[in-house]
């Protein structure tokens, strides 16, 4: 048998003419999860997208069919059908999730209110720096739209999904959980990373995010008309937190030095972008006299985060 390792906890073995993924898995949770997927929701997304079944588990391993290596991940053609597809799975309507779903970061109201100096502290999360002043006023004048939690990918960043034989894939449904849309779009289209290069595209965002609400309409499922306003507090709001990441990663030694600096500049210009468009938006930042609410959005599980 031959085993090739893609990371740390994914190998592609071959063993004659057949192909498959072992992954040490996150915990009998996410595999619970996975296998409800497979059922119940993988055979709603657009006919021909293809989604990796699990074949067996056995103790912290599991096995999963390959579909070989993936391209175009980052290309705009990839994330527009890959935003459509999303539409699709936000919309599913059916029980829970058999386990609570595991989630990389803190929720957002977690992270508003330690960025915000006159909110109250909440939880575990601890921010080194106070939001710049127009995130802070985006923040208390044009607040979130709480909808219900929908059912969201989890990590639906671009390297995971691709082209197989001409066949979108969509892979590592893992981290499964239910939150606000903004989560996987965010993770699509401006969530940076030290390990790959993501660039800031305006042009691209908008046609991504037009093609989202645009499928969502087909649907029956519109959205409000402060969705596009919402995205850019949302991603505002992470990307700033995910500075404070980098500068953290940078004094503990993690990842390249070059490979985090990268990621903070990139981290920067998606910032830039959610400034200009707060202080152009209606006019100005300051649009509506509101206070940030909670609304019942469930608390991600902690055990699932990681660092950057």
Known sequence: MH???LNSRVFRCTQGRLQFI???????????NERWLQEQVFPTLQPGIRCPRILNQRGEWAV????????ESFA?????EVAKNLARLHTFAADHLPEVGLSHTPVIQEIIYHGCPDQKNSGDFSAENPFPDWLHRACVNNPLVFEPPVLCHGDM????SGYATDQLVLIDWEYAHYDLPHWDLYCLLD????????GSNPQMRSQVLNAYLSEREELGHPLSDSFVEDYFLYTATYSWWILGLIERDLAAGRHGVASLYRQRQETREVLEDCRHFFLHQNGGPDVANQKIESHGLL?????GRKDS
């Open 3 to 5: 085993v090739q390792a």
């Open 22 to 32: 072992c992954k040490r898995i996150l915990s009998s949770a996410s595999v619970a």
């Open 64 to 71: 999963y069919e390959d579909y070989g290596s993936l391209t």
């Open 76 to 80: 705009a053609s990839t994330r527009l």
């Open 157 to 160: 960043h671009p390297a995971n």
């Open 191 to 198: 969530m940076t990373s030290p390990d790959f290069p993501m």
């Open 299 to 303: 608390r991600k599980d902690p055990l």
